[in-house]
């Protein structure tokens, strides 16, 4: 099986060139839980050639309905090794490198990427990877659910700080929203990566309403 052959349904939406383009970009995913484990299916298959994931916790029984990258079998194993597996066992054409330690541990390694997409659930260590990305001039894309909500920001210039640092922890959260909010983050990073127009520094929230209807809102981020 050849590349092409592989990623034929993409080649055939933006060309051959595009598609090896994006063989030399790396990118961190930090945090393998939910939004972990869409962006990992999502990306992991779409062409990028270098993936690290960044988690440090094991897989429990309640994580799985919603965290769509683990089985029954899976239980007990750290994340970032399990999905890393994965990826390699539906692409062989990535390299996927799992880093079983906290964001804290990781940033001292000062590895360099493309691109950093944020799949953790708190706030404080969502400041430190715009701390880490500012400092090395590196966009981020930034993710959150709860419930039927979710909000996602292309962060480049903006300023993270404008959100209130404290560790909120969701009441609850159904499946198909952060699969939703984990795709929507995996859409605006692989048109970042092959080269499109993506809207920087804007945040978009959606919610249902008490109808039903799915709205989508969106706010301009005050820059640095």
């Not at 399990?82 to 692409?91: F, G, H, V, W, Y």
Request: hydrophobic letters at 40%; charged letters at 20%; one cysteine or more.
């Amino acid at each position: 099986m050849t590349q092409s052959e592989y990623f034929n349904r993409q080649i055939q939406l933006w060309g051959e060139g595009t598609q090896n383009s994006l063989q030399s970009k790396k990118i961190a995913i930090i945090g393998a839980g939910g939004l972990g484990s869409t962006l990992s299916m999502a990306l992991g298959t779409s062409g990028i050639g270098e993936i690290h994931i960044v988690d440090f916790d094991t897989v429990s029984n309640h994580n799985i309905h919603r965290q769509i990258a683990f089985t029954l079998d899976d239980e007990g194993k750290n994340k970032a090794k399990a999905i890393t597996a994965l990826i390699e066992s539906k692409n062989p054409f990535v390299k996927a490198v799992a880093f079983n330690m906290d964001f804290e541990a990781f940033k001292e390694m000062e590895n360099s990427y493309d691109l950093i997409l944020d799949a953790t659930d708190n706030l404080p260590v969502r400041g430190e990877i715009d701390a880490y990305a500012k400092e090395h001039k590196t966009p981020w894309i930034y993710a959150s659910v709860e419930e039927f909500n979710g909000q996602v920001c292309f962060f480049d210039e903006a300023n993270f700080q404008v959100f209130n640092i404290s560790d909120h922890k969701p009441g609850g959260i159904t499946a198909p929203i952060v699969m939703h909010i984990g795709s929507l983050q995996a859409n605006l990073a692989l048109r970042y990566l092959a080269g499109l127009t993506v809207s920087k520094d804007k945040l978009y929230y959606l919610y249902f309403n008490d109808e039903g209807e799915l709205i989508t809102q969106k706010f301009g981020m005050p820059k640095v």
